[in-house]
């Protein structure tokens, strides 16, 4: 599976950007994908995941603000971020876990693929 993260730029607080990872390979609709940011001087953190059944799952910083869903026609996920904070500025990356995982989907350790990750800048 090779993923290709697009979709980032510059917003000002307040604001909205939809972040979208392009997976490549087959049978996309069996796996789970995430979301993590990075910024700079911090640990890689989950921000949002959906399993291959449809479950979602969101850290408590982006609940009520990002939502996340998938087109296993277009293998396409999707991280919508509406009220954008400057805290929310990082290197976005979207992730595959293994097929047919059941986890937590909270911890990097889970995913088997990455892609390159897209810059989000959230100007105060």
């Known amino acids: 599976v090779q993923l290709q993260a697009f979709g980032g730029g510059l917003v000002q607080a307040g604001g909205s950007l939809r972040v979208s990872c392009a997976a490549s390979?087959?049978?996309?609709?069996?796996?789970?994908m995430g979301w993590f940011r990075q910024a700079p001087g911090k640990e890689r953190e989950f921000v949002a995941a959906?399993?291959?059944?449809?479950?979602?799952y969101y850290a408590d910083s982006v609940k009520g603000r990002f939502t996340i869903s998938r087109d296993n026609a277009k293998n396409t996920v999707f991280l919508q971020m509406n009220g954008l904070k400057p805290e929310d500025t990082a290197v976005y990356y979207c992730?595959?876990?293994?097929?047919?995982?059941?986890?937590?989907?909270?911890?990097?350790?889970?995913?088997?693929?990455w892609g390159q990750g897209t810059q989000v800048t959230v100007s105060s």
């Open positions: 959906v399993s291959w059944s449809g479950d979602k």
């Open positions: 992730a595959a876990s293994r097929m047919y995982y059941s986890g937590s989907y909270y911890h990097s350790s889970e995913y088997d693929y």
């Open positions: 390979g087959r049978s996309f609709s069996s796996y789970g």
